[in-house]
């Protein structure tokens, strides 16, 4: 079964933002394209903001004005549910609740032709659940796109239990020519996306709750050093608490309280208070007219170090700590090199080392445990950066026992490269790494568990949620060495299954194996 033709019809029920869009995508594919909805004012305001959004497209040179009023001409408001009897593909975008979708495909059942494909775009609803009470449960596929649909690119296509295959490869080749990235997932709780994502929110969660920064900070430290397009906090207020809130405690019900997916007290007071994010006009930030948003936190200027030591032998974190040696030689720092030999005989040699401080790449060890390990009160441990010749900032933290000389000359180091300096509270993993190595341990999980593929699963977070990179990608280029340290260290400081390590992990670790070569 291959991709739906251009002469064959789609339907789409429910004329909502979703909807209208999936509608919109279709039609300008070449497909006529019949629009359903049982609220007639909702259809017809849909109809008239697709046509708004072709003119617009044509108006800004994106399509010629000939081809948006011929996708005008094939989009076609039905009045009735029986007028979609000719289509080839029915597609979905109702209320998601599980009763309303099974009622809507049975009756589908009893009005399109027996080849018609029927597709669902829920979004965290189990597609062998809507298909359960079908006669014909093989031709129900999950085609879960992404809001806003024209503009993002990514659609899943999930398969539940009784989906035929050669049923979701029609839809994903389908989705393919709709200019669309379509990847595979089974239906599980959150498919790829809304199941990786979650440690994004809730590792932030974590940071905040223990006082590691505000929100400003953390988020700022994502975007500048982590490089994601928006901090967690920022996001979510985008997003509204109340969906994302819904969305974690629905991963976390249908994986029966995995405290992976353990949804946040603090979220849950936002929800209760109303505030919701923008659309409320208050989450974390507010969003009135005259509103002043908060700044990031930064430490104040300190002399430039008179002194930088880079220790040769520095284990598994060379190949991370080598662009930031590039970094500071670049910006005229003179680094000496040295063996871990020297200098160190209580404990592992730093990467760096500046006036007395010994400055490491965070392992998901507190500094001041790491100080204590190493018998070096003045401990400094500093956060992962995606791009390290280029990220703007970078988050540090300082031993309990770290005195203030040497903490200024780990400061003075970082701020003589060019990064504005963010300190974070002492807790394990601070902010990037930790949440790097959860999405990875998410994404291994996920693969390991047949959900998907490891380059479906790199790609739906990439063009599903603009990451800049794909989590297992990550994983490999940090080394699932490292990855796995991080992890174990964290599970050994919080005491909790939260941080279990991946199977696939592991294996990797022990291979040598890249992560994202499955």
Not at 195 to 219: F, H, K, M, S
Not at 335 to 360: K, L
Not at 423 to 452: F, I, K, S, Y
Request: some cysteine.
């Amino acid at each position: 079964m291959a991709a739906l033709t251009r002469d064959s019809i789609v339907a789409v029920i429910g004329s909502g933002a979703m909807g209208a869009g999936i509608a919109q995508v279709a039609a300008a594919a070449g497909h006529t394209v019949k629009l359903y909805d049982a609220r007639p004012e909702a259809l017809a305001k849909a109809v008239d903001d697709i046509a708004g959004a072709f003119g617009k497209l044509a108006a800004k040179g994106r399509m010629s004005g000939g081809d948006a009023e011929a996708a005008r001409g094939r989009l076609h408001a039905v009045p009735a549910l029986a007028d979609v009897a000719d289509a080839a593909l029915v597609v979905e975008a109702i209320v998601e609740n599980l009763d309303a979708k099974r009622a809507l495909f049975t009756e589908l059942e009893g009005i399109v032709a027996a080849g018609a494909i029927l597709a669902t775009n829920t979004s965290s609803i189990s597609v062998t659940a809507i298909g359960a009470p079908l006669r014909h449960p093989e031709r129900l596929v999950g085609m879960h796109f992404f809001n806003p649909v024209p503009l993002m690119a990514l659609v899943e296509i999930v398969s539940g239990l009784a989906t035929e295959q050669a049923v979701a490869q029609a839809v994903h080749d389908t989705a393919a020519a709709w200019g669309k990235i379509p990847v595979h997932a089974k239906s599980t709780p959150g498919f790829i996306v809304n199941r990786v994502a979650r440690p994004y929110y809730a590792e932030a969660w974590r940071l905040l709750n223990e006082g590691a920064a505000d929100t400003a900070t953390i988020d700022a430290v994502l975007r500048e050093a982590g490089g994601f397009r928006m901090g967690p906090f920022e996001l979510m207020d985008l997003i509204g608490h109340d969906v994302n809130y819904a969305v974690t405690k629905s991963v976390f019900d249908a994986f029966y309280g995995d405290p992976r997916f353990t949804p946040s007290v603090l979220q849950r007071e936002m929800v209760d208070a109303g505030f919701l994010g923008r659309k409320t006009g208050r989450g974390f930030y507010r969003y009135a007219d005259n509103a002043v948003p908060p700044q990031p936190k930064s430490e104040p200027n300190c002399p430039r170090p008179e002194y930088v030591g880079y220790s040769l032998e520095a284990g598994a974190n060379a190949a991370l700590t080598a662009p930031m040696l590039a970094r500071f030689e670049a910006h005229g720092l003179h680094v000496t090199r040295r063996t871990s030999a020297e200098g160190h005989q209580h404990g592992e040699a730093p990467a760096f080392h500046c006036n007395g401080a010994a400055i490491y790449l965070t392992d998901g060890r507190t500094a001041t445990a790491r100080a204590r390990a190493n018998k070096h009160d003045d401990t400094v441990v500093f956060d992962l950066v995606l791009d390290a010749p280029h990220a703007a900032r970078i988050a540090i933290a300082r031993a309990d026992q770290c005195g203030e000389a040497a903490y200024q000359a780990a400061v003075a180091l970082f701020q003589s490269a060019g990064f504005a300096v963010t300190r974070l509270d002492d807790v394990p993993g601070l902010a990037v790494m930790r949440t790097v190595a959860m999405l990875a341990n998410e994404a291994a999980d996920a693969v390991h568990q047949g959900v998907c593929s490891a380059h479906a699963v790199d790609m739906a977070m990439q063009k599903g949620v603009n990451y800049p990179k794909g989590p297992l990608a990550w994983a490999d280029e940090v080394g699932a060495g490292h990855i796995v340290k991080v992890l174990d260290n964290l599970a050994a400081a919080y005491g909790e299954d939260r941080y279990r390590v991946s199977p696939l992990l592991r294996r990797r670790q022990a291979s040598g194996k890249a992560i994202h070569a499955e």
